[in-house]
Nanobody, 125 residues
C-alpha cells in the first residue's frame, strides 16, 4: 500500500491543523493506521493510532485531548486533527499502516510495514 500524507504547514501556537493520509494500492480497512512524528534531533515517536474499523483509538499522553485520529475507509483516508497546537508539536508527521491484527503493538513503529513520506508541521510561538 502506498501512503501519501498531506496537510502540514506553518501555524501559530494555539491554532489547528488537519493532516490527511491517503492510501492507494490496497484498502485501508485491512490495517491499523498510526501517526508518528520526528522533531529535529529527536527520535521518532508515536502520536496516535486507530484500529481497522475506527472503534478504537490511542494517543500519546502529550496530545490527549488535543489531537483526534479518524478514518474514512470508503475514501481510503486517515486523518489527524490537531488543536491547541504547541511549539513542541513541531515535527515531521508520518502516517503508517500495520496489519489489523497488530493493534496490541500500535505504538511500535518498527512493526508498521508501510510509511508515508511525511509532512512538516511547524508551530510558531
Amino acid at each position: 500500500v502506498q501512503l501519501q500524507a498531506s496537510g502540514g504547514g506553518l501555524v501559530q501556537a494555539g491554532g489547528s491543523q488537519k493532516l490527511s493520509c491517503a492510501a492507494s494500492g490496497r484498502t485501508l480497512s485491512n490495517y491499523v493506521m498510526g501517526w508518528f512524528r520526528q522533531a529535529p534531533g529527536k527520535e521518532r515517536e508515536f502520536v496516535a493510532a486507530i484500529n481497522w474499523n475506527g472503534e478504537s483509538t490511542d494517543y500519546t499522553d502529550s496530545v490527549k485531548g488535543r489531537f483526534t485520529v479518524s478514518r474514512d475507509n470508503a475514501k481510503n483516508t486517515v486523518y489527524l486533527a490537531m488543536n491547541s497546537l504547541k511549539p513542541e508539536d513541531t515535527a515531521v508527521y508520518y502516517c503508517a499502516a500495520s496489519r489489523r491484527d497488530q493493534w496490541y503493538s500500535r505504538t511500535q513503529g518498527r512493526l508498521y510495514a508501510y510509511w508515508g513520506q511525511g509532512t512538516q508541521v511547524t508551530v510558531s510561538s
